[in-house]
């Protein structure tokens, strides 16, 4: 007779669980997203897997996945270098410059073997980079995307459970 009561409180307390988390999850924009390039190694490898959230806020250097603009309904990931109103520019030393200040990148793979002639960076636009700069299909190849394009911010990498990492 307890079971018969149990059972359908343990259904109920499970049910709005779910629907908690579920709107959680909608309000927040929790999506989550596997590394398929080597595009931002070393910072993430093939397979890994992270979590993202949509962004209210952007700050430099920031993990963000974005549309691609070569293929419809495909995500890259890369890392925010430029918002509105900065100027960016990759010199002959190979070194990120943002409005005329060398930036310390400690993230990249290796120093990029191309230049990024100065580029201002208009309002609703961002400029990405991978972090494999060498080997990375980014802004300093197609220039400046749209902001509408992003699509989350990455939070967290859950695997490899021996690589979990904030961002």
């Given amino acids: 007779m307890v079971y018969m009561i149990l059972k359908p409180i343990k259904v109920i307390i499970s049910t709005i669980l779910l629907i908690l988390i579920g709107y959680y999850f909608g309000l927040r924009g929790i999506r989550f997203y596997a590394v398929i390039s080597e595009s931002m190694l070393p910072t993430l490898e093939i397979g890994d897997r992270l979590i993202g959230e949509k962004p209210d806020r952007l700050k430099h250097a920031d993990i963000i996945v974005l549309d691609d603009p070569l293929e419809t309904g495909g995500l890259i990931i890369k890392r925010l270098i430029g918002m509105e109103g ?28 191309y230049t990024v002639n100065a580029i201002k960076i208009n309002k609703d636009e961002v ?26 911010k990455i939070l967290i990498r859950y695997w490899p459970i021996k690589r979990l990492k904030l961002f």
């Fill in 86 to 113: 900065d100027t960016i520019e990759i010199k002959n030393d190979g070194f990120l410059y943002r409005n005329g200040k060398k930036i310390n990148e400690s993230y990249i793979k290796e120093i990029p073997s």
């Fill in 127 to 152: 400029f990405v980079l991978g972090d494999n700069r060498n080997n990375s299909y980014d802004s300093s190849i197609v220039g400046p995307l749209p902001l509408s394009t992003v699509k989350a």
